[in-house]
């Protein structure tokens, strides 16, 4: 019997899940790593606490915020698959796995990824779109019309479903993170101060807006000046129109593209279901009324938005038939292009 696995590889948050146990495992995407011979020596939780403890000697990094597992960041990501197959599959030899990919791949990168996988030691690697392995997860069939985008950390994944066949998926360079980078330059221009990533995050969550809100709220953050004196100031919910203008207008430009793609047979069937949003980024206050103002299509966050996508992968592997050509369609996957070793 094939054991099967399921990862979806964030920026942030790297989640696992399997058929049986549904998610076993949330770990930060951070790395320590060996400067030396270049290879991660610590991953996830176990990084964070051993960074915190000898800061000197041992220096964390998010090595996939702006890459993909690709390229320079194919060993770390070799590393850490070869950490999870060992730790819930040891000795198996025969090990499937699914992966959550963006939407913009080329079909060598597809492949490539697929290679980085049975470098870690998988016997199958199979890849999914992550929009669609949310929709899965959000519990819907893919037999209807559904218009799905996931706003991550860096990317915005969009994939549009008609008939059970993909017939839109689109990656866009915008994601959580730019609308916190949005607002550290916002700040500097304003005041000339410096704010910590985290104060931005801060900022971000507290009162960060798209949208027009009934009560204005006021935050007091904390910046630095170019001698280092430190500062504090207060923010309106109000000017997060201002700072978040740039990100929003990328988020909504590649988001109505793909509105215009939209088979017209299938425009009456989506102006029912809507446009559903999922990802850490879709998060932020008033981003389904923004797409619904702009696009003309109903915008809701999906119930369970982080988890959306890991969750529709541990769905998802029990479909995969036994024996599978190369490369494969996998219905329920809507175009899921798998590879054997």
């Known amino acids: 019997m094939k054991r099967t696995l399921a990862i979806d590889f964030g920026a942030d948050e790297i ?71 060992e730790s819930l599959h040891a000795g198996e030899k025969s090990t499937r796995l699914l992966l959550s990919i963006p939407c913009g791949l080329s079909d060598e990168e597809e492949y490539a990824t697929a290679e980085i996988g049975h470098s870690a030691g998988f016997s199958e690697v199979h890849l999914v779109y992550s929009p669609i392995a949310a929709l899965v997860g959000g519990g819907h069939s893919l037999e209807k019309s559904y218009f799905a985008v996931n706003v991550g950390v860096d990317i915005t994944d969009i994939a549009i479903v008609a008939d059970s066949n993909l017939v839109y998926h689109a990656s866009a360079r915008v994601g959580g993170q730019s609308f916190t980078d949005a607002i550290r330059e916002y700040v500097w221009k304003k005041w000339h101060l410096k704010t910590t990533s985290a104060e931005a995050e801060r900022i971000k969550r507290e009162i960060g807006t798209v949208w027009s809100e009934e009560e204005q709220k006021m935050l007091e953050f904390v910046g630095t000046d170019a001698q280092g004196s430190v500062h504090r100031r207060l923010l309106s919910s109000e000017e997060m129109f201002s700072a978040l203008e740039e990100p929003c207008a990328e988020l909504l430009d590649a988001i109505y593209t793909a509105a215009t793609k939209v088979p017209l047979e299938s425009v009456e069937e989506l102006m029912k279901t809507g446009i559903f949003l999922y990802g850490g980024g879709s998060l932020l206050r008033g981003v389904p009324q923004m797409i619904a103002g702009i696009t003309g299509f109903p915008a809701s966050l999906a119930e369970d938005p982080k988890d959306a996508v890991i969750k529709g992968l541990a769905k998802i592997l029990p479909t995969l038939p036994d024996k599978l050509l190369y490369p494969n369609v996998s219905l329920i996957a809507c175009k899921t292009n798998s590879y054997l070793d």
């Open 15 to 85: 989640r696992v899940a399997t058929p049986e146990c549904g998610i076993t495992a949330k770990e930060p995407s951070c790395i320590v790593y060996d400067a030396t011979t270049g290879n991660a020596k610590h991953f996830g939780k176990q990084a964070m606490a051993i960074a915190r403890q000898n800061p000197s000697e041992n220096k964390i990094r998010f090595p996939f915020r702006g890459n993909w597992i690709l390229e320079d960041m194919a060993l770390y990501s070799t590393d850490i698959l070869s950490h999870f197959l």
